[in-house]
């Protein structure tokens, strides 16, 4: 089973509006990763959130990592037509030199 | 630097086949990994080669097998090819494990 789940599947939402996904994971982790796919595309990394930190910011991006539950959050700030994409999280386990993905959130930005 | 190279990008096989990808790291970069992506299956890992060893694998038949050469470029190679094969296959580059790891474009297999 996938390491990463994210949550909602997809989301569709007007520009100009926030978008979360949430990630959730079942190990202990080294660090976790943020990564948008367009469609048939490479992926494209966003931002990594270190296994000792809380919280990050890289631009309209904010990232939050919750050790206890396990769990994860991007918000996308003032979403526009060009981010729509499949957001991913991904996760590294401690020893295990690979990085596993979640399924994905298909989010779609209407102009 | 230039990125992640994949090649073929494309390429269509008949059943019973073999193929065999190509990924070339972003220079430096002495880790790589493959992933087979579909539609339901979403992102599966394949395995992950450092300095030519293999230090992980996923849960894919003895059909699926890779290797890195010195230069750290690596291949891999699928034998007799199944329909259920045609999916994107994607390799990416880190320095080491742990590290934030960049892909190439992919390579598009369609098994017929």
């Known amino acids: 089973s996938q390491q990463g789940e994210e949550d909602p599947q997809a989301l569709s939402i007007q520009e100009g509006e926030n978008a979360t996904m949430n990630c959730s994971y079942k190990?202990?982790?080294?660090?976790l990763q943020w990564y948008r796919q367009n469609s048939g595309r490479g992926l494209v990394h966003l931002i990594l959130?270190?296994?000792?930190?809380r919280e990050k910011h890289s631009g309209r991006l904010r990232v939050t990592l919750d050790t206890s539950k396990k769990s994860s959050s991007l918000l996308i700030t003032a979403s526009r037509a060009a981010d729509t994409a499949s957001y991913f999280c991904?996760?590294?386990?401690?020893?295990?030199?690979?990085?596993?993905f979640g399924a994905g959130t298909r989010l779609f930005v209407k102009a | 630097k230039a990125g992640v190279t994949q090649t073929p990008r494309y390429l269509i096989k008949t059943r019973g086949q073999q193929v065999t990808l190509s990924c070339s790291p972003i220079?430096?970069?002495?880790?790589v990994s493959w992933y087979q992506q579909t539609p339901g299956q979403g992102l599966q890992f394949l395995f992950e080669?450092?300095?030519?060893?293999?230090?992980n694998k996923g849960n894919f038949p003895g059909r699926f097998s890779g290797r890195q050469f010195s230069n750290s470029r690596s291949e891999m190679n699928v034998s007799t090819l199944e329909l259920g094969d045609s999916a994107l296959y994607l390799c990416?580059?880190?320095?080491?494990?742990?590290?934030?790891?960049?892909f190439g474009e992919g390579s598009w297999l369609t098994v017929v």
């Open positions: 991904a996760t590294d386990e401690w020893g295990g030199f690979k990085t596993i």
């Open positions: 190990t202990s982790i080294n660090n």
């Open positions: 990416a580059s880190a320095e080491a494990s742990g590290n934030t790891i960049y």
């Open positions: 080669y450092f300095s030519e060893t293999q230090r």
């Open positions: 220079s430096g970069h002495r880790s």
């Open positions: 959130i270190r296994s000792n930190e």
